[in-house]
RNA sequence: GGGCGUGUAGCAUAGCCUGGAUAAUGCACUGGCCUCCUAAGCCAGGGACCGCGGGUUCGAAUCCUGCCGCGCCCGCCA
């Protein structure tokens, strides 16, 4: 409501003039209500009494009875408890709600534009995509949907770990393997197997460490027939990542991937830099950046961040300091995001500290670490692959479809064959996605198959339910959602108003969501509209309502509604289906 | 030891930044509603010392502080 609270304002500034009360005071008072059922915009008078030696009572009637005349068509004014209660005049807001019918945007205006680039899923090749890697990457689209929404130019980068010590033992391991078992389509859907091995050979085999050993150090050297090698580790990868996104209708293809690899030339820069403005110490033949501060270890001592280790190879600080650069400097941008979880916040801290130090950034660039919780189990313990419990990432999303395809299967026996799978497809990636985007995602987020699959409640089934009704309605309706854009709208019930009130709301509860970059305060609205739409659409007859005007109006409200949740879910990655 | 985070009905969550009225939502539970636009729905109801104690305030789930529980991070992994 706060282009209601934009317009009274003013309006209740000038109406209490005579009081002896500042108009500081007084704007900071009038807020939205906390009882939504009440009032809409609420001014709690309680400060206000001893001002002016009155009971809050008294002053709220006072106020109460000031301002009314001058809010007249605006909102309906009234006290209570030492409040005044402001309610949004239904012709106010049905104004407001018919502005929107011809307006693709539901209201939410662009913001000066800026370049964003956000980092976000990073799988690592030759592994398994685990449920850890959803939440980077169901939240990281969110907030790219969102931004470009908001008229940024947004640029994603999926930083794969694609290089590193690791590597030694893969390619040491494929070697032994044969390229060829690794190419056919078997192989793919056994990563975790074949990393496993190798982690298995490499612990126990003296030998095979030995020679991964020395394989990193011609990796690093780029010799040709090694790289060539890595390559196909890469390409057979990525491929299965593609596989995953598709499969997740997330944006991330393959022009997005700047994995740890494309930025091993500018690592060396790093290390000079660094040098150059008398950052870097030697510290137990490894190159440091002591950051001072809050920054000491278990005994107290300063702790550092390691950018070169004392084998000479580079550390994770390093390729996300020369990440900075690139971003900076090749790609210009005014942002860095990363999508990235909890557990690695200090590191960010410390690495954007000693970019900002060494003038890698400056005021001009904002970074920010975008974290999230960890994926918990039901016991509330840390979901973690090498336990060998986490499903895949595919297995899951299958069964989400499969489970999806049942539900359809039970509720409605009629959708079949083309339709019944691709909206299986719709509902089973969508549920997934939702539970991950609805809940705070600085918070740990427990991991329940049943809950995530189930379609009730606060659940993408049942947002994508309302917007199958409200297109079903429209399947039978003699009138055309274009034909819609200049009707009237009036607002004759309590369930009209609440739908009206959620449909306008939508601007702001999506500028809440991205300013923070909470997908979850999205949801929240989201569900709350179709929730006022069920409401509705049990109490109010559309088709059938008892005149034209009327039907017309009901039917603009449909499609208003129809639109707030399918841009909504849209942002969040998540398709409506028109039927279900 | 230091740092960061977290604790809200049986369960899962929102609200906390920016303090306001009877703490919101879903699941589960109880009772109603399909000759009528999709019942994956709706309506009504029960269920919470908002971790515990202090403080600030006219007013605290929200701000400050102490404690307790849980989690994560703390030099060559990413």
Not at 147 to 176: A, C, Q, S, Y
């Amino acid at each position: 409501m706060r282009d209601l609270i934009e317009v009274c304002a003013p309006l209740i500034l000038d109406s209490i003039s005579e009081l002896e009360i500042s108009k500081e005071d007084m704007s900071n008072l009038i807020g939205p209500s906390t009882v939504g059922s009440m009032a809409d915009i609420a001014i709690p008078c309680h400060s206000l009494s001893r001002i002016l030696k009155k009971s809050p009572v008294e002053v709220s009637e006072h106020i109460s009875g000031l301002i009314s005349p001058s809010l007249q068509g605006l909102a309906l004014t009234s006290s209570m408890n030492g409040f005044v209660n402001l309610k949004a005049d239904p012709e106010w807001l049905a104004s407001k709600t018919m502005g929107l019918l011809s307006d693709n945007m539901l209201g939410v205006k662009k913001d000066s534009p800026r370049k964003i680039i956000v980092d976000y899923s990073a799988p690592n090749v030759a592994k398994e995509m685990h449920v850890g890697h959803l939440r980077s990457t169901v939240i990281g689209d969110a907030i790219v949907r969102m931004l470009r929404f908001k008229g940024h130019e947004v640029i994603r980068e999926n930083h794969i770990g694609d290089w590193g010590t690791p590597f030694g033992m893969l390619i040491e391991h494929l070697i032994d393997l044969g390229e060829n078992s690794f190419t056919s389509d078997k192989a793919i859907s056994d990563f975790d197997q074949f990393y496993k091995e190798a982690r298995v050979k490499f612990n126990h085999d003296d030998l095979f460490a030995e020679r991964a050993r020395s394989r990193v150090v011609l990796l690093q050297a780029e010799d040709s027939d090694t790289l060539r090698l890595w390559k196909v580790l890469v390409d057979v990868s990525t491929a299965y990542f593609n596989e995953v996104y598709e499969m997740l209708d997330v944006l991330l293809d393959d022009d997005d991937i700047m994995g740890e690899s494309a930025y091993r030339h500018l690592l060396p820069t790093v290390v000079e830099r660094l040098r150059e403005s008398g950052m870097l110490e030697e510290s137990e033949g490894a190159s440091v950046v002591y950051l001072g501060g809050k920054w000491v270890n278990r005994e107290g001592a300063p702790f550092p961040v390691i950018i070169r280790k004392g084998d000479g190879g580079y550390n994770y600080s390093t390729s996300d300091l020369a990440c900075i650069i690139d971003r900076v400097e090749r790609i210009s941008c005014d942002e860095l995001m990363y999508v990235v979880g909890t557990p690695q916040k200090q590191h960010f801290e410390m690495v954007f500290e000693v970019a900002s130090r060494a003038g890698f950034m400056d005021e001009r660039h904002t970074a920010t670490h975008i974290n999230f919780g960890s994926v918990l189990d039901s016991n509330g313990k840390m979901l973690k692959s090498r336990a060998g419990q986490s499903a895949k990432l595919v297995d899951l999303l299958k069964e989400s479809i499969i489970r999806a395809d049942s539900a359809i299967s039970e509720k409605n026996p009629e959708l079949t064959g083309e339709d019944k799978a691709r909206i299986s497809k719709m509902i089973g990636i969508g549920a997934v996605k939702y539970a991950d985007l609805s809940t705070d995602r600085s918070k740990d987020y427990i991991f329940d198959w049943d809950k995530m699959l189930s379609f009730e409640g606060n659940t993408a089934p049942y947002l994508q339910y309302s917007h199958a009704r409200i297109s079903r309605i429209f399947s039978l309706s003699p009138v055309s959602r274009e034909s819609l854009r200049n009707s009237n709208i009036q607002l004759s019930t309590v369930e009209e108003e609440v739908l009206a009130k959620c449909i306008v709301n939508f601007a702001e509860s999506l500028d809440k969501s991205i300013y923070s970059s909470h997908p979850h305060k999205l949801c929240t609205h989201i569900h709350a509209t179709s929730s006022a739409f069920a409401t509705f659409y049990e109490a109010c007859p559309i088709l059938k309502s008892e005149d034209d005007q009327i039907m017309i109006s009901r039917l603009a409200l449909c499609d208003l509604t129809a639109r707030v949740i399918s841009t909504g879910l849209d942002l969040l990655g998540i398709m409506s289906p028109e039927m279900m």
